[in-house]
């Protein structure tokens, strides 16, 4: 089936570490998003990426950072920088940014400090 | 888990009977429109779209209303059941300059299903 696969679906990060979220996807993309959810809150956009190479600053990115190597993989990594990282993640797909296109999204992974 | 459903507007809806979920939006430039399902800790759910040169769109069970003269979206849901229970938001697609910013997040309300 295709979709996306985020993991670990819980992460634990301790004081001045850096923790990289994992987001797959197999629905041959070219966008793809990271977003931050915390209670009570709507979405936040991190980064995103509209094709591999390249990828721009949402509105909270942050320490936050990046990559997108592959079409079909966006790794957020979330620096020591990040004084309060504890947050639901979300990453994104669709076909291309803008232009009447919905976003699919991953389960989540749960980051909380130790 | 943590809910993303606290200190969200809440509805609360009998069982069986038709639910209306409500959608302010603020840009009049925003020309196409989502709404997302988003169940106790997972990742939202498409359930509908519906751009700016429709007023209505039905799917199964669901249909979404958009009055662009108050900038107001609806959701609603036929024959609400305990499975529809979740946090329901829109999002829009605003254009500037020279092209599309991405969607932008309502905060959600929360879809009780009452016994």
């Known amino acids: 089936d295709g979709g996306i696969t985020q993991s670990p679906k819980y992460l634990f990060r301790k004081e001045g570490q850096n923790v990289t979220l994992s987001c797959e996807q197999n629905l041959n993309h070219d966008a793809m998003y990271w977003y931050r959810q915390d209670p009570g809150q709507g979405l936040r956009l991190i980064y995103y990426?509209?094709?591999?190479?390249?990828?721009q600053k949402g509105d909270i990115a942050e320490g936050y950072s990046v990559s997108r190597e592959k079409k079909e993989s966006f790794p957020l990594t979330v620096t020591s920088a990040q004084k309060n990282p504890t947050a639901f993640y979300l990453c994104?797909?669709?076909?291309?940014?803008?232009?009447?296109?919905?976003?699919?999204f991953g389960d989540g992974t749960r980051l909380s400090i130790l | 888990g943590e809910s993303v459903g606290l200190h969200l507007p809440t509805l609360s809806v009998q069982e069986g009977d038709n639910s209306i979920i409500n959608c302010a939006y603020s840009n009049s430039a925003s020309d196409y429109f989502i709404w997302y399902k988003q169940e106790s800790g997972k990742g939202p759910q498409f359930i509908i779209d519906i751009r700016s040169n429709m007023d209505k769109r039905q799917g199964q069970r669901v249909t979404v209303l958009l009055n662009k003269t108050v900038k107001h979206l609806s959701l609603q849901i036929a024959a609400t059941q305990p499975g529809d229970s979740a946090v329901y938001f829109c999002?829009?697609?605003?254009?500037?300059?020279?092209?599309?910013?991405?969607?932008?997040f309502g905060k959600g309300t929360h879809l009780i299903i009452q016994p």
């Open positions: 990426s509209q094709i591999v190479n390249d990828f």
């Open positions: 994104a797909s669709s076909r291309r940014r803008g232009g009447n296109q919905p976003q699919h």
């Open positions: 999002a829009e697609e605003i254009y500037s300059g020279g092209g599309a910013d991405g969607l932008t």
